[in-house]
């Protein structure tokens, strides 16, 4: 992204002075707005205020507008609709986002407060925007494939096809995940009914589903903990010594211009954003919490399992000239350069062969 996604560090300290929503719009929403990449201060890519007077459309009520507009090519392709940030958006009247998805060529429609963005469009009927959200991002809690999913709404790679053929599968996994916490935190007598007759058989009585639904509630709650121990376990015995593949000597022309210390690592926001970048083009062929990095003082090294042995590629960014390390089979590094960040989408398949091979 142009502008950095993450969660602001003085959130809770900010709301106390968010009274209103002109507060909210402008120490959270312009900020979002602008780490799409978008100008704030340019009417010709950011309309507040929006009316659909302005497009020459008739029938919406006198004086009704949405809080901003996004253009691209003199065309709507994103309103947003702003609630103050103490607002609880499953409350929130959506009426004028609905009409004005309706009347305009947007085919997304965000609902925020500020901290909270949820993403709408007409998956369900032709310009008619969803009940349902398809992505919602929570500036106080953010996940890494989420961050992923609205690089495809930004000004430098806005690209709606990409972004709808997988809103679909994000609106469907956003609401199973739902499901499944609340029936965590309190099973309904069906998803009871269901382990009853797989572990056990036999009728189903109430004071049957009395017992198994805490019984359920407690192996769910147990799985998971051990779920999380064996990960815990698994990351202790990574952390032996591995035997590492050796990096090639930089090229004498190439200068360390970090400015880290030479007994430390720093580790910068550019090679985040590339680590970020590898990790989205590669989950689509390897889980992404197999996904991981680990940062040297020559480079930053993104790895499947987080194991030495098993390389993705190499970031060489601390220096004049960027470069991206490709390994073959044999795990030799070719380094390729780079004009920028977003150009390692142009290796796409490269990075997809070589963690193929650890799938």
Do not use: W
Request: proline share 4%.
């Amino acid at each position: 992204m142009n502008g950095s996604i993450r969660s602001p560090s003085g959130l809770p300290l900010l709301f106390g002075h968010l009274e209103t929503e002109e507060a909210t719009k402008n120490a959270l929403v312009m900020p979002f707005i602008s780490a799409l990449g978008y100008d704030v201060f340019n009417p010709l890519e950011v309309v507040p205020e929006f009316t659909a007077a302005e497009q020459g459309v008739v029938g919406m009520k006198k004086g009704e507008k949405v809080d901003y507009a996004i253009q691209r090519d003199g065309e709507i392709i994103m309103l947003i609709e702003c609630k103050q940030a103490r607002v609880d958006l499953s409350d929130a009247n959506m009426s004028q986002l609905y009409r004005y998805f309706a009347v305009t060529k947007a085919r997304i429609g965000v609902l925020t407060n500020g901290v909270v963005y949820r993403f709408y469009s007409d998956l369900d009927e032709p310009n008619k925007m969803d009940k349902k959200p398809f992505l919602e991002l929570n500036l106080a809690d953010l996940r890494e494939p989420l961050v992923a999913e609205l690089r495809k709404l930004t000004k430098e790679n806005f690209d709606l096809e990409k972004m709808l053929s997988s809103a679909n599968d994000l609106k469907y996994l956003t609401e199973i995940k739902r499901i499944i916490t609340k029936q965590l935190e309190d099973p309904e007598e069906e998803f009871v009914r269901f382990f009853f007759t797989q572990a056990h058989g036999g009728r189903f009585t109430a004071s049957v589903r009395e017992q198994f639904a805490e019984l359920v509630r407690r192996a769910f709650q147990q799985h998971l903990g051990e779920r999380v121990t064996d990960r815990l376990r698994t990351a202790l015995e990574r952390s032996e010594p591995e035997e590492a593949v050796a990096p090639e000597p930089l090229p004498s022309d190439e200068v360390d211009e970090s400015g880290a210390d030479d007994n430390g690592i720093e580790t910068t926001e550019e090679e985040l954003e590339g680590y970020h970048v590898v990790r989205a083009i590669v989950r689509a062929v390897i889980p992404a919490n197999r996904i991981t990095y680990r940062d040297t003082r020559s480079y930053f090294g993104v790895l499947v399992d987080d194991n030495n042995r098993k390389p993705i590629c190499r970031l060489h960014f601390n220096r004049s000239q960027k470069y991206v390390g490709i390994f073959d089979e044999d795990k030799h590094e070719t380094r390729i350069p780079l004009e920028s960040v977003d150009a390692i989408y142009d290796l796409a398949d490269a990075l997809r062969s070589t963690a193929l091979r650890y799938a």
